[in-house]
């Protein structure tokens, strides 16, 4: 293509004049612009200035992508001889296929029209090369859309005698048309390209990797590549679906990791893994399973197949991540807590069983190091820490809890073992964020009476008849905030055990003797169960909250910082966690509340951020080695800390006398 | 590494003067030379002064590889202290590794041996970085052994507490020992690195492909990565056996092509793959099967196991090479035979479905054109016509031959339907290069007497008792010997007719009324069957010389030349053609004898270069899109000439007269 040289544009019967004169063409809002050549397409022209235009066809008229706004009246028209515009008009196929594409009036398509005179251009955001997505973090953060797998068009002419092959002429094609060199075919598209091209008659669309490798043909035109983002928690998996060329997230699904039946923490995993006879790869197994069965139910929910799905991004701490390789988790399981591998990775969704497009790319994001893993490089991109001036604590509470702390200078991580409490796991009628699972608890301070709001229903339970509530069971949120709020109302003491002073009704004698309160009557509730929290359960909040408390601590001390700038709690619940009540329990330092910020799932966020952008996946890669990584101490000071973190709040010398009042020994 | 810097060596205790002199160091035979700073190891030396020594350990003391002669006599002896000798003495370790690997008197280690004054130091043929193979070709040549398949060992050291990943402590290890960088693991070999570490203790030996992909680890130290070479002929595999690290030949094996009993030529096979449902899938899997079969036979043969095999090339015309892919071969069979495929491909061997290394590479040569394939590609590797001043004609002699004409101004394929009768099929009692088969016949021009060759033996037929001549059937080159000898001694006649005044009593008639001519009596074979040779091999040999005759006449008036300098005869058959037997049935041009030589198989030799030598790979890519493919005409002048060259040696009015007279008809 050339610009101001010697473009010979065909097909162009507006143009009578062989020694064409140039033009000045601006684009917005890149604010692109330079002199053009009469008769050179709008998209062309927009390449030539760097203004990135979407192409899929690459300006054969047929994806309809390159749609711009003539604003033509901002300069002099000058020099048109017998139009009255500074553009060529529409054709009948343009015409045609903005009607069928049902484009709004006064768009053009950039690969039809040409330059007849000085221009100023509007390139919406729906045709912008380079889209945008605005995406929710601690704060509010633009991500651009650059992913590393593309779409591309193009027809091929029937072969004539002395041709080479086909597969050469579409890498020709590829060549001439976006400038695509070096590629080659993956095996599997390799194999699809002579149906393919028989069945399009010659009109084929190309899912590139990286503008490096084919992974896959299809006849006729597509559009819409489909990549799905993978948290794979200790006990949850979540999955997010997402239009690789527009960004848009089409669906989000979530289950339990099916490995949860294999053992409830990572060290329970390591051990199956490692001491039952095919138990690792019955692990992977698993939990391939499971990531395969959320693409097939997200690409359902967004009117696809999980054969679309051709781009995968799966983060998860380091057991999770072995297990997700197949890889044998031993080292981590015992000192020096060593991964066996740990840089970024990219492989073939066919290799690993995933049940998607098989030659779909499959990136796992790095780990950092022993346990912490590629979930907390995930965070990382989507909480930015390493790129903020202010001294950032991130808490990532998950069975097995992930703590960062610091800003651009250093940045220092550690991991501890929470617990599957907050994630439902391990409590008596705990479940995972699902409808049914209580998400909301109040306990009012002077009658003890409790209401409570399910996921699934905007009603809190006082305001509905008991048969309308619908409970099933309390996730991690809703078993945070009845213990908080059952502190605040002095029916839980601040060492955890139930007020034995306590008169309300509602704490009751469970069938092993201990004290547990009713939250949902057994009315309430669709098992016709009662729903309690009992001591154990109050203890497994405690055990959980103490270790993220203490690990905080500790990262605080080694980088000499009494208090933090801002705090941001994250985990892959469904709901958010309450940040006012983690705090009254003792779950995060001291910080003011407008200055803490609950998130969603950052680690999931990371993984769309890596799915959609390539060039976050280069910055993961360097942040992940970068970040340094402490054991959190389990002798001596911090023991001590980890012990008194177990109170609610915090523990001070005369809660833990009461305790030893009330039980004859120090709680442990 | 410093030389002439601040090299500070480790472990020279030897060397207690800190500020160190340099010296001046030769390699021979490279004559490298330079100043190098005192302490520097030879290897370091080498490396610095471009003197390539090989070494798999990088410099560990281990593969004992870098075996080096000191020749410290031609230099003036200065400087030097306490020792009489320029370079450090061997240590106890290297004295025990000498000891254990049987080094001769007089070889150091150059990872060993560091440097205390000047020095003239030798790197024999077997520690040179690039070996050089001598190849027959049409004329004897080098090849520098210089494979895209390396070996490294490394020595990974236990790790601490914070360490990176084991992955990453190996890729480390590769960049800072041998210069590795952006090397990935691949995924079976990521998979396999736990296990390698812990039985090698950390010692581990890693096969990488181009510098850029780690294929293989095994546990301990291995220096014998094994390529294979497979020439895919339509009726003959032809596969050889590699030690990538030193380039010999380690075993050729062969058999028949198991595709054949779905079809003996090309286009039969085209038709099975096209019209019987699963028959690409099956001739696919078939010669695979075969291939992978040839394989292990050959590791066998050298001791090892397939699992060795790490690294394969395959040629073959474009059927079979699309069917070794499993790409459909439709658009093969019909004009304008555009192959589906024809960019050099590189896969791994599991994807294909061979039996070696799962991780093996596999390497596809590129097509030409049409059906001029990888096996042509192979050829012009070979015997290098685009190199060449000379004008060239190359017959490669196969079932589907395929021929070239040119020099490095330019140089002309075309493809010929040759048939099958050369490589011993549909030929009555024909057979493949094998044990028992007779690869030479002399008829005795005054008694018609017939003597042959069987493969296996040394001695003629007529020198033997009739039981330990041991005849079982009649290969290519037999076939060939027995019609040229049989028209030299007046039983055929020009026309291909058995001469009806011939009174041999060898000359009998068969079942089918035909006359036969017996090769050996029934006494001489091991079936108990006498072979004979029919009129209709004599038609098939006809049939397949003019097909080649006619290709090769039509690329000379193609290019304007009337005679050729050199002519090279090959074919994947166990034995040569003979060259003046060919020319005598007029299977090729009129030349002098002494221009004419029939090399092996020269697509296999191709094959085997390509696999020893990266760059070849290359040359082999330019030089497949550089060939002018031309389709010999099927009408007009050249259907005239190819019945014309249907004849003995070559047609005349006469003979085709004499023909009419006997047959009432034109032969056809």
């Given at each position: 293509m050339a610009i101001n040289t010697t473009h010979k544009p065909q097909d162009s019967p507006e143009l009578p004049n062989p020694d064409r004169r140039s033009y000045k063409v601006v684009f917005q809002p890149s604010g692109r612009s330079g002199q053009v050549e009469e008769g050179v397409t709008l998209l062309e022209a927009a390449r030539h200035l760097g203004a990135g235009i979407e192409s899929i066809c690459g300006g054969q008229e047929t994806c309809a992508k390159c749609q711009v706004i003539i604003e033509d009246g901002t300069f002099p028209k000058e020099n048109i001889k017998s139009s009255t515009s500074n553009v060529t008009r529409a054709g009948d196929h343009e015409c045609a296929l903005a009607q069928r594409r049902n484009l709004p009036e006064g768009v053009r398509l950039a690969c039809a029209a040409r330059v007849r005179g000085n221009l100023l251009v509007s390139v919406p955001e729906i045709a912008q090369a380079q889209k945008q997505v605005v995406r929710k973090a601690a704060t509010e953060r633009i991500l651009t859309v650059d992913p590393i797998i593309r779409l591309y068009f193009i027809k091929l002419a029937p072969p004539q005698l002395g041709d080479r092959s086909d597969e050469e002429r579409v890498l020709a094609s590829l060549k001439e048309r976006?400038?695509?060199?070096?590629l080659v075919f993956e095996y599997d598209a390799l194999l699809a390209l002579p149906a393919a091209l028989k069945t399009g008659q010659g009109k084929i669309t190309l899912t590139v990797w990286n503008s490096a490798a084919i992974l896959r043909v299809q006849p006729n035109f597509h559009d819409r590549p489909l990549g799905l983002a993978v948290d794979i928690g200790t006990t949850t998996l979540a999955a997010y679906l997402c239009d690789l060329r527009t960004g848009a997230l089409l669906a989000t699904t979530s289950s339990m990791n099916p490995q949860v039946t294999y053992g409830d923490d990572i060290m329970s995993r390591i051990s199956y893994a490692v001491e039952t006879p095919g138990g690792r790869e019955q692990l992977h197994r698993s939990v391939i399973h499971g990531i395969t069965d959320l693409g097939i139910q997200a690409a359902k929910e967004a009117g696809a197949?999980?054969?679309?799905?051709v781009d995968c991004v799966l983060v998860g701490n380091s057991v999770m991540h072995h297990l997700a390789l197949n890889i044998d988790p031993a080292s981590l399981g015992h000192l020096p807590f060593i991964p066996a591998a740990g840089s970024p990775l990219d492989l073939r969704a066919a290799d690993l069983g995933?049940?998607?497009?098989?030659?779909a790319r499959v990136h796992f994001l790095p780990l950092e190091a022993g346990y912490v893993g590629a979930d907390n490089v995930a965070v990382i991109l989507a909480e930015e820490p390493h790129l903020q001036d202010e001294i950032m604590l991130i808490v990532d509470v998950g069975t097995n809890g992930e703590i960062l702390l610091g800003s651009r200078q250093r940045l220092l991580c550690t991991s501890s073992p929470t617990g599957p409490a907050f994630e439902g796991?391990?409590?008596?009628h705990g479940m995972r964020a699902a409808p049914g699972a209580i998400e909301r608890v109040r306990v009012d301070p002077h009658t003890l009476a409790v209401r409570f709001k399910v996921i699934g229903s905007d009603d809190w339970s006082d305001s509905l008849p008991p048969e309308k509530v619908g409970a099933r069971g309390i996730c991690g949120s809703g078993i945070l905030e009845a213990v908080s709020e059952l502190f605040t109302a002095g029916v839980i003491m601040p060492t955890g055990r139930y007020n034995p002073d306590c008169t309300s009704p509602n704490l009751v004698r469970s069938a092993n003797g201990q004290l547990a309160y009713v939250l949902a009557p057994a009315e309430q509730t669709i098992t016709s169960q009662a729903i309690l929290l009992t001591q154990s359960d109050i203890r497994a909040v405690q055990l959980a909250k103490g270790a993220l408390f203490t690990g905080a601590q500790f990262l605080m001390k080694e980088l000499g910082v009494e208090k933090v700038d801002r705090m941001v709690l994250t985990g892959a619940f469904g709901s958010l966690l309450d940040r006012q009540r983690a705090m009254t329990i003792g779950m995060i330092p001291d910080c003011d509340l407008d200055k803490v910020l609950a998130v969603g799932n950052a680690a999931g966020d990371g993984a769309r951020i890596a799915l959609l952008n390539k060039a976050k996946r280069i910055e993961a890669a360097q942040v992940a080695v970068w970040t340094e990584h402490l054991i959190t101490p389990l002798e001596g000071e911090f023991q001590q800390r980890f012990v008194a973190a177990l109170s609610i709040p915090h523990a001070t010398e005369r809660f833990l006398h009461i305790e030893a009042l009330h039980n004859g020994s120090p709680p442990s």
């Open positions: 976006f400038g695509l060199e070096d197949t999980a054969e679309d799905i995933l049940g998607f497009n098989p030659a796991a391990q409590i008596t």
